[in-house]
């Protein structure tokens, strides 16, 4: 469930470069990155933990939709 969380995350993120700057969407995509490689380390020993990563990294997206959207208006 992680694993395939992240990978809809990718999705949002790449579409966040409507509504947010092109430098806010590279940054998110390096922390998805990072956070999928954990995910991928957490995977077989403890799935639980990719479940976790991915639930933040959909915090960290939403903050920085919402910042994004400000910055731009």
Known sequence: M???ALSCLLFLILAGVLISPWWAVAVLVLAWL???ARACRWFEP???KAAWA???GFVVW???QVVGG????
């Open 34 to 36: 990072v956070l999928f």
């Open 62 to 64: 939403g903050v920085a």
């Open 46 to 48: 403890a799935p639980v």
């Open 70 to 73: 400000l910055w731009l208006w």
């Open 54 to 56: 991915a639930a933040g």
């Open 2 to 4: 992680g694993i395939g």
